[in-house]
């Protein structure tokens, strides 16, 4: 899949701006602050509905204005031209999503349909935070390559709202909740054994993609490696999990009361990752929890390129400055043959030894939220 053109109205500091890309290495550049990362992100509305990392519409509205644009024309493997528009408006704080002119909802029905693989400093906790930030991952990679995971998600998460929320009730209140989590607790075992069990999946698959993607960056003097830590050691099958889980549903629920919130389940999962044998969170370098990071998003594209049938978009935010010249070197040479890439950058020193910009290959210059020619921006 290629994203051939993008008009931006009122999204953050563009005013208006408009880009035709090239199929293969795009490249934005500009000095600090001037609205690079922007483009990407407005790139992620138009492939996810929202933000990669804001969390609300208002906030990308650019100040003093009343509405925000994006459009883009996507261009599937099979030749297939979508016409893809999201608008915001202010007074109603609302958004719409269009393809073709028609309005698309609800916004879940989108994921998957433009695939896009984002590398961004905004991931950086996913090596480094908390186990919820591998689970966000996880979950998001999951999502992308299947409407059904999504909809267990959203549905487990409700789950567990509600029931948090009668086990704080209980607690406070000194009463039996019984009653009124049985059918809550039917759902979370659905939900959660359809997680657990696809998560498994997930990661058994994902770790020989994990392992190429990072040694396409460093070579194989470093072992990378991804585990799936969930509620239990081992289960066989989804009716396993299941099982399981209820085992210990029922051995926790005295602790559940006591604390007044849900113990057992998807929602406390870890994924641990290391790299020769040792604990990345622990005892990785600065360098290997970027190379690692790269790793990760490289095994997302490959995974979702697999299960999308589409090639995913991959965008890269401010990558190079972070990775040795070695390690930039090659990731260059590899992403320029895998898709169509949009990369950020105040340099453009790592590029114009091994890029030939052509139409192909472009580059954009960005200052205050415009395009502007070359000459206006000072690139070191
Ligand atoms: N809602 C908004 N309205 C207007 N300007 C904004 C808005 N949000 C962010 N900006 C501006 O966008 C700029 C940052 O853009 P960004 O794309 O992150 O820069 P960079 O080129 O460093 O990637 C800052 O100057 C910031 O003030
Ligand atoms: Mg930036």
């Not at 054994?193 to 058994?204: G, S």
Request: hydrophobic share 35%; glycine share 6%.
């Amino acid at each position: 899949m290629r994203l051939t053109t993008l008009r931006l109205q009122n999204f953050r500091n563009h005013a208006e701006s408009f880009f035709e890309f090239g199929n293969n290495a795009n490249l934005i550049l500009g000095e600090n602050g001037q609205g690079k990362t922007n483009i990407l992100e407005a790139i992620s509305y138009l492939c996810l509905t929202k933000s990669f990392y804001a969390s609300s519409d208002a906030v990308v509205l650019r100040l003093g204005t009343e509405f925000f644009e994006q459009e883009g024309t996507f261009v599937s493997e099979s030749g297939n031209e979508n016409k893809v528009r999201v608008a915001y408006d202010k007074q109603q704080t609302q958004k719409a999503y269009f393809i073709n002119k028609k309005s698309v909802e609800p916004f879940s029905t989108v994921i998957g349909k433009f695939p896009v693989v984002i590398c961004s400093p905004e991931h950086n906790p996913i090596t480094s935070g908390g186990p919820e930030e591998r689970r966000r991952f996880a979950d998001f990679v999951i999502s992308q390559a299947s409407s059904v995971y999504l909809k267990s998600l959203m549905e487990y998460r409700r789950v567990i709202k509600q029931r948090n929320k009668i086990l704080l009730d209980a607690r406070i209140g000194n009463m039996n909740p019984s009653g009124l989590l049985e059918s809550w607790d039917e759902q979370l075992l659905q939900h959660g054994a359809t997680l657990t069990h696809r998560r498994k999946l997930f990661v058994d698959g994902f770790k020989n993609i994990l392992h190429s993607s990072y040694h396409e960056l460093v070579g194989s003097e470093e072992e990378p490696q991804i585990e799936y830590s969930p509620f239990a050691e081992s289960f066989s099958s989804e009716d396993d999990c299941r099982r399981l889980l209820k085992t210990l549903l029922v051995q926790n629920r005295k602790e559940e009361l006591r604390v007044g919130s849900t113990l057992i389940g998807p929602h406390r999962d870890e994924f641990v990752f290391t790299v020769n044998g040792l604990d990345l969170r622990k005892y990785g370098s600065q360098g290997q929890h970027k190379t690692f990071l790269v790793g990760l998003k490289l095994g997302e594209f490959f995974y979702l390129k697999n299960l999308c049938n589409e090639t995913p978009l991959l965008l890269l935010d401010d990558i190079f400055s972070e990775l040795d010249e070695r390690r930039s070197k090659r990731l260059l040479d590899f992403v320029g043959t895998i898709s169509q890439t949009f990369i950020t950058s105040t340099s453009v020193k790592w590029f114009e030894p091994f890029v030939e910009f052509n139409h192909t290959n472009r580059k954009f210059f960005i200052k205050n939220g415009s395009v502007v020619p070359e000459e206006e921006v000072i690139v070191a």
